[in-house]
């Protein structure tokens, strides 16, 4: 399922068919053409993307140009957890 990298929100597209440049997520307003919801996202690779052509990009969670884009379904890795963990760390250290 093709979601929001940032509030795990599902997709309302059609099958096939890719998020616009300027589109954005219903629920929260994170742009979804951008890299962290990129099937090419990888952690580990150079520039943190898969793809040898692509150019660098300096904000992986906003809009880009990326012509090789491709919205996967596929969890953003340890992005939910990291979002978990810092409401965790405000909780225990709430005033």
């Known amino acids: 399922m093709k979601k929001c990298h940032a509030c795990q929100q599902p997709w309302e597209g ?3 068919i ?6 954005t997520c219903s629920q929260c307003g994170a742009d979804l053409h951008c890299c962290l ?3 090419l996202y990888d952690l580990s690779a150079s520039n943190q993307c898969q793809s040898r052509t692509t ?3 300096g904000s992986k969670d906003k809009r880009n140009f990326c012509d090789e884009f491709d ?3 596929k969890d953003v ?5 990291g979002s978990d963990m810092d409401k965790k760390w405000k909780d225990v250290f709430k005033d």
């Open 55 to 57: 150019e660098k990009v």
């Open 71 to 73: 919205f996967s379904g």
């Open 14 to 16: 059609f099958p096939g």
């Open 77 to 81: 890795p340890g992005k939910a957890l």
């Open 18 to 23: 890719q998020p616009g440049r300027n589109e």
């Open 37 to 39: 919801n990129c099937r």
